[in-house]
């Protein structure tokens, strides 16, 4: 659906019912974000809050809180937009849908942005603390713009097409910031803002950054897509909307018209600490130096809205974010790494510590197959885009089995465990950079990365927790509380000072060592072998592969770390891990009454 604004949007979904008006006063201060979460939980519909403390602004929240409604925004483009990404990447497939090929005309209109000598988001002024002051979590270092929409130009390019839009997260109040004067801006690494900046700085000049908050839902979602370098998101943006991203100049900064609120600064070779903040893999991001925007304009229309979402651990309303990109890229995976068949970063992992992907074996077809091109493609997923935070890979064959798919996550894991030799099939990657976000590495940005590749034959029969078998695991000293997870996979838990190594050199006698594979190492193993989410999430976010992979019988083989099952990830929180998030149970209670009462009032 075409809009001019969040409140058309929001205006059309009330049509539908599935917006909800809370007209009582809410606190910005941790209140706003636990309706959120809980409105996100119940699958609740939109909120729009009509008077905010401390703010005279309203505030909206759970816009994209299900796929249904997220795909009701974008309900009348989609085929559009579908039918400009499947041209793109392999144009003869569009003759295969003859009856879309009149609308690829309209989508190259709706792409380019188109510049506005009228802008009503210039029409009135503020300041950054006039802004609902949003805390979503206790321990954060202030107030957080979470659904800011970050424009920059590369000082060495002029064309708007080349902009980039970015959402970065952005404090607005606390540490050492001059209220009003200041606001941290956190990008990380790998983002074409970086580059920018670089450019920036080797000129000697400040960067010019415009922070857009509101507008469209389709600004909003083209922001967080993954795009190629030098390919500006307001391209998507238009596609997305069905109407052109419109754009105004307002003293050298880029002014997005259709915005309810337009931050201008510049940031330059200077940092100031940021955060802490609670971010999605579960935990809060530590406070570290980053660059800041010194204020110059806060412009905003008339009755604006400022929209926001709460992160934390997965699911949260950026999963469907993540369900819109898939489902708008997924054709484009193929033509970006030929070979590649299927690709899942999994939510409940964090996103990055988990990839998984599927791939084409088709090297020396004659012998027995093993993983060779499988691994090729590996390496070419690592430098891809964002894919390349991934910090575990599992990378299996297409061909041992057509069927396979990433998405039915334990029948992935079955295959891959029942197939992959681990003398031959990891390959790590150490001392290297990981997410910003994750924590289990060596140092901020610094980690390693496990690459697991699957090709061939099952070569084991994986354990299903029953029998003898389960019941003569060897426990030692520290370790108790052996817990099976799924078929090859068990959870034991670990006190902070049991031997990893000890457990590795007891499992050597152990005599079913192949029907358990994979035994993952936890302080509570009850909790962690709850459910599929548990393990995702404690598994692959509290462990670093070259610090916490133990193999039996380990050994350097031509520098290639090589072993015999099981292996054992130690998935213990350790002193360098961040704290994870912990709800307010009084102010969580308060907040479910609340939104209890705007449900029940329809």
């Not at 309810?260 to 802490?276: A, R, T, V």
């Not at 299927?342 to 409940?348: K, L």
């Not at 509380?481 to 590795?504: C, F, I, Q």
């Amino acid at each position: 659906m075409s809009y001019k604004s969040l409140e058309e949007a929001l205006i059309d979904l009330k049509t539908v019912g599935m917006l909800l008006t809370i007209s009582e006063e809410v606190d910005p201060y941790l209140e706003m974000a636990s309706i959120a979460r809980l409105a996100y939980e119940k699958q609740a519909p939109a909120i729009l809050f009509e008077k905010v403390k401390g703010s005279p602004f309203r505030a909206a929240c759970n816009i994209f809180g299900t796929v249904e409604r997220a795909e009701f925004l974008f309900r009348k483009e989609w085929k559009t937009l579908e039918t400009a990404i499947a041209a793109k990447a392999n144009p003869l497939s569009v003759f295969k849908t003859p009856q879309n090929i009149p609308l690829l005309p309209f989508a190259g209109l709706q792409a380019n942005p188109l510049r506005s000598f009228g802008a009503p988001v210039l029409q009135e002024e503020c300041t950054l603390s006039d802004l609902p002051q949003l805390h979503s979590w206790k321990d954060d270092g202030g107030a957080f713009i979470t659904l800011p929409q970050v424009c920059s130009l590369d000082p060495t390019q002029s064309s708007i097409l080349k902009a980039n839009l970015g959402m970065y997260r952005i404090q607005i109040s606390g540490n050492d910031y001059v209220q009003n004067k200041e606001c941290g801006l956190h990008y990380q690494i790998n983002r074409d803002i970086a580059r920018h900046h670089q450019n920036a700085i080797a000129q000697k000049k400040p960067l010019k950054v415009s922070i857009f908050i509101g507008g469209p839902p389709a600004h909003t979602l083209a922001a967080v897509m993954p795009m190629p370098e030098n390919l500006s998101e307001l391209i998507i943006a238009g596609l997305l909307n069905g109407r052109a991203f419109r754009y105004s100049m307002h003293e050298g900064w880029i002014v997005s018209t259709d915005a309810d609120f337009c931050i201008l600064g510049e940031i330059e070779n200077h940092l100031k600490p940021e955060g802490p903040f609670g971010d999605h893999l579960g935990y809060y991001s530590a406070k570290h130096d980053f660059p800041f925007l010194k204020i110059a304009k806060v412009f905003h229309k008339k009755n604006a809205i400022f929209p926001f979402t709460v992160v934390g651990r997965p699911p949260q309303e950026d999963t469907v974010f993540g369900h819109l990109i898939h489902k708008i890229t997924a054709p484009m995976v193929p033509a970006s790494i030929p070979g590649l068949q299927e690709m899942h970063a999994v939510d409940a992992a964090g996103v990055h510590p988990l990839l998984l992907a599927i791939a084409s074996e088709r090297y020396v077809p004659y012998r027995a197959p093993e993983p060779m091109e499988i691994l090729k493609t590996a390496n070419a997923i690592l430098g891809f885009n964002q894919a390349a935070l991934a910090k575990y890979l599992f990378i299996a064959a297409r061909e041992d089995d057509p069927s396979l798919t990433t998405k039915d996550i334990p029948s992935f894991f079955s295959h891959m465990l029942s197939r992959i030799d681990f003398s031959r099939d990891l390959h790590f990657q150490t001392s290297t950079t990981i997410d910003t976000l994750d924590y289990s590495g060596t140092s901020l940005n610094h980690g390693s990365k496990l690459v697991l590749a699957a090709a061939g034959k099952h070569i084991r029969e994986l354990g299903n927790g029953e029998g003898e078998v389960f019941q003569s695991f060897p426990l030692i000293d520290g370790f108790s509380n052996l817990r099976y997870m799924m078929p090859g996979v068990l959870v034991l838990e670990g006190t902070p000072s049991a031997s990893m190594e000890a457990l590795a050199k007891a499992l050597e006698s152990w005599n079913h060592q192949g029907l358990y594979p994979w035994i993952t190492v936890a302080d509570d193993a009850s909790f962690t072998s709850k459910n599929i989410e548990n393990w995702l999430w404690v598994t692959f976010t509290r462990s670093d592969p070259a610090q916490d992979v133990y193999g039996v019988r380990h050994h350097i083989h031509y520098k290639h770390y090589a072993c015999e099952c099981p292996i054992l990830i130690d998935a213990r929180h350790k002193p360098h891990h961040q704290k994870p998030l912990i709800v307010d149970s009084e102010i969580e209670n308060r907040a479910e009454a609340k939104l209890l009462k705007a449900l029940k009032r329809g």
